[in-house]
T-cell receptor, first 112, second 111 residues
Framework: DTAVSQTPKYLVTQMGNDKSIKCEQNLGHDTMYWYKQDSKKFLKIMFSYNNKELIINETVPNRFSPKSPDKAHLNLHINSLELGDSAVYFC???????????FGPGTRLTVL | SQQGEEDPQALSIQEGENATMNCSYKTSINNLQWYRQNSGRGLVHLILIRSNEREKHSGRLRVTLDTSKKSSSLLITASRAADTASYFCATDQGGSEKLVFGKGTKLTVNP
């Protein structure tokens, strides 16, 4: 069974479009995260939710909006996509905010 | 500023050799973690060491932590081709509810 899953795995789209990435975890964790990994492999946190409440919101453009319908799901919606949004986006979860995190397989977003 | 900085950026060794990677950080921490990322995959947690611990082992992995120098090292003994991956250290920031990752060390183990 996959612990943290993301869909889609690949996303190719045009500038200006709106897209969503979905994440689900079946580990019963309370905390979920979205990370962005750029072309140089630098991994940066974007958002964190604990029990459906937003607890971390890094300096991310308003075009990015996370939504947590329940503890097991954290989706990421991106409006008006830009070239610079091209990256790999990882979802992760953990039982407590700064303990071991479990990562999804990533979504490679390419904006043309 | 970047919290964790791994050194070296890239490391190439032969199978059977040991691989040592270092991580330096800037602020006080509660714990430091190491993760592995295989090409095209998500990160996998390897080991967590708390600020009051100096050394921790897990299989062929040995992690040390020196809080006075704000540094950690990851040693992989008797390396295998399957250890080829990028290795990242991650730190909290003294109670912050987020992990800050370094830029990683790319390890290549040649058969």
């Amino acid at each position: 069974d996959t612990a943290v899953s993301q869909t889609p795995k690949y996303l190719v789209t045009q500038m200006g479009n709106d897209k969503s990435i979905k994440c689900e975890q079946n580990l019963g964790h309370d905390t979920m995260y979205w990370y962005k990994q750029d072309s140089k492999k630098f991994l940066k946190i974007m958002f964190s939710y604990n029990n459906k409440e937003l607890i971390i919101n890094e300096t991310v453009p308003n075009r990015f909006s996370p939504k947590s319908p329940d503890k097991a799901h954290l989706n990421l919606h991106i409006n008006s996509l830009e070239l610079g949004d091209s990256a790999v986006y990882f979802c992760a979860s953990s039982q407590e905010p700064y303990n071991e995190q479990f990562f999804g397989p990533g979504t490679r977003l390419t904006v043309l | 500023s970047q919290q964790g900085e791994e050194d070296p950026q890239a490391l190439s060794i032969q199978e059977g050799e040991n691989a040592t990677m270092n991580c330096s950080y800037k602020t006080s921490i509660n714990n430091l973690q190491w993760y592995r990322q295989n090409s095209g995959r998500g990160l996998v947690h390897l080991i967590l060491i708390r600020s009051n611990e100096r050394e921790k082992h897990s299989g062929r992995l040995r992690v040390t932590l020196d809080t006075s120098k704000k540094s950690s090292s990851l040693l992989i003994t008797a390396s295998r081709a399957a250890d080829t991956a990028s290795y990242f250290c991650a730190t909290d920031q003294g109670g912050s509810e987020k992990l800050v990752f370094g830029k990683g060390t790319k390890l290549t183990v040649n058969p």
